[in-house]
């Protein structure tokens, strides 16, 4: 008894000396939209290494100044939690950031070609051109796709690939000669190589509906080299830093092998250079292969084990399986076609694996777009469940547009929950022209799952189909309209931006049971972003262009502009020297 009394006076004695020690950093004249219901708006935060040590008014934390202390005046800026993307691929896409022409953002078609012209122009002999997602043809004044014959004009004899969404790809002339398709070369399972009526390729490749036909051709490309990974990647993650993200939860990815290709992401939090939060999750590659996949994995990672760097806290460690368990369970969001009938073979190959990750207590997360998928993953889940327990792990649904009351129940009576993500943004006009107005009015329906009680987080699914611009996905679930002004979403189904912030900020740490990352709250990790404009003020069109003028990752700035530049390390110059990013940056 006597020890417990003193035990929990040791506690209280650390806490109270924690909040009086005098700060390293004050932020302070901000309008600070906390995300704690206990104090929702303040004035000013205090930092102690890598966590807040106060919140409140300037009076209460300017208390806290010792001579060592940073200021930073807000100015009278919004500050809110730093965004957590529950659902994008960085690893992968950090890896090829420098050399994407990003359209996205961009408002004319006519821009986007004028870019890809200049881009052609400046880019060396033995690399490419390439657009890899983040558009469509809404967001553009003229209101349509590019012509085969507008891209080879713009592009000449320089290569280039331009992804759309998940379910075209085009390849220039210079493009199909450099990567050897001809009129012989076969169509892959469920794609297609588009011929003339002479049976020659026109450069058109088609998902019908498996994506595997534009990936498998992306992945041919030239890669950069070491130096210039590590500079994209950094280069990318300062781009999610200007937008206010603090943390990324990494979904894995085609053609994004454990642990060959994350050296890169490796190498950087070895010296303390992550910038963001980034738990990641591994993607079974190869289908018949995924139950010996994650054998392996977990024999290699212990999963509760987060070796430190000795410099930050940035959480970057392997958090589990997926979103890809097994390809039979791939449903893919091409709503260009009809939804693909999964399998005979999906709970068989499925259910192994479940059990294999739920035996060693390894969270997971499942792909699944289509209630008929979510119902028979979660016959596979409850079977397992009835012979080992899930027991609290954590476990979740990715995208889930079309879920069913029924199925959320039965998530959560399972403990799981949901990651939704902006794609409807997207791909919202075509999903009306296949299944109706009506069904994309819930589309997911996100308001039944929070009614349930089903934790639920936002995301991007960024980068090859949707952006990773988060402000897009806040856009989109406040107003439910796509990025090219179509209603895709009832007004009833949308969510204020308070509700809506909180999905994208501590909804990510909810689904996977932390609870202390996502508010600016006493003894929480120090996630800033103080924003260059009023989240919660601003009319609905510009939440698309908002972003972060200071972003605080683990209680150290890592991105500033214009008067708060100078808190944070200056920025790296983009290597190689063509790359698109040196010139027009990512999000336009």
């Known amino acids: 008894m006597n020890r417990c009394f003193f035990f929990v006076l040791f506690v209280m004695c650390s806490i109270a000396s924690f909040a009086q020690r005098k700060a390293d950093i004050i932020l302070y004249n901000g309008k600070v939209h906390t995300g704690d219901e206990a104090i929702p708006l303040a004035e000013a935060i205090a930092v102690n290494g890598n966590r807040i040590s106060k919140v409140g008014s300037n009076k209460d934390v300017l208390r806290l100044k010792g001579n060592g202390t940073k200021m930073i005046d807000a100015k009278g800026h919004t500050v809110i939690p730093g965004l957590f993307d529950s659902h994008l691929h960085v690893i992968r896409g950090g890896r090829f950031y420098n050399t994407e022409l990003r359209w996205d953002g961009v408002k004319s078609l006519k821009r986007a070609l004028q870019m890809l012209k200049e881009q052609a122009e400046r880019t060396p002999s033995g690399q490419w051109v390439r657009v890899v997602g983040g558009w469509n043809e809404f967001q553009f004044e003229e209101k349509r796709l590019p012509t085969i014959e507008e891209i080879n004009a713009a592009t000449g004899n320089t290569p280039a690939f331009i992804l759309y969404l998940y379910g075209k790809a085009w390849l220039n002339k210079a493009g199909l000669k450099q990567i050897g398709i001809t009129g012989a070369t076969a169509n892959p399972k469920g794609g297609l190589i588009e011929k003339d009526s002479e049976g020659n390729p026109t450069g058109l490749l088609v998902a019908e509906p498996n994506a595997f036909i534009l990936y498998s051709t992306l992945a041919k490309l030239p890669e950069l080299t ?11 993650m300062a781009e999610l830093n200007r937008l206010g993200v603090t943390a990324v939860m990494d979904a894995g990815g085609g053609f994004q092998n454990f642990p060959d290709d994350y050296g890169i992401t490796d ?3 070895t010296v303390g250079k992550i910038t963001v939060r980034l738990p990641y999750f591994l993607f079974a590659q190869k289908a018949g292969s995924e139950l010996a996949d994650f054998t392996r994995w977990t024999n290699m990672v212990d999963i509760d084990v987060h070796h430190a760097n000795g410099i930050n806290e940035i959480d970057y460690h392997v958090q589990g399986g997926g979103e890809n368990l097994v390809a039979d369970a791939a449903d893919f969001e091409n709503f260009l076609f009809p939804r693909p009938e999964l399998p005979a073979s999906l709970e068989a190959s499925l259910k192994p694996v479940i059990r294999m990750l739920v035996q060693r207590r390894w969270p997971f997360r499942l792909h699944a777009t289509y209630n008929e998928s979510i119902s028979r993953d979660l016959d596979v889940i409850e079977a397992v469940n009835s012979e080992i327990p899930l027991n609290g792990l ?5 995208h889930a547009e079309t879920v069913s009351e029924e199925n959320m129940r039965r998530i959560k009576a399972l403990g799981g929950g949901i990651a939704i993500q902006h794609r409807m943004a997207y791909q919202g006009e075509h999903f009306i022209r296949r299944y109706g107005a009506e069904a994309a009015r819930n589309a997911p329906p996100v308001k039944k799952m929070l009614e349930l009680g089903i934790p639920v987080a936002l995301g ?8 990773y611009n988060p402000w897009v996905a806040l856009y989109w679930i406040t107003t439910g309209k796509t990025i090219g002004g179509a209603q895709v979403m009832g007004i009833e189904n949308t969510l204020d931006r308070n509700a809506a912030l909180s999905l994208l900020t501590f909804g990510g740490y909810a689904l996977l049971k932390e609870t202390n990352k996502g508010k600016i709250k006493e003894g929480f990790f120090a996630d800033i972003s103080l924003l260059d404009r009023d989240y919660f003020s601003v009319p609905d069109q510009e939440l698309l262009s908002i972003t972060s003028k200071l972003t605080i990752v683990d209680g150290k700035p890592v991105y500033g502009s214009a008067e708060f530049s100078g808190f944070a390390p200056p920025k790296l110059l983009v290597i ?5 990013v ?7």
């Open 576 to 580: 190689p020297a063509w790359s698109p």
């Open 394 to 398: 954590v476990w979740f649904f990715d």
């Open 460 to 467: 991007t699914d960024g980068t090859r189909v949707a952006s």
């Open 582 to 588: 040196k010139y027009y940056g990512g999000y336009q």
């Open 267 to 269: 190498s950087l939090n």
């Open 226 to 236: 070491t130096e210039e990974k590590i500079n994209s990647t950094l280069q990318y």
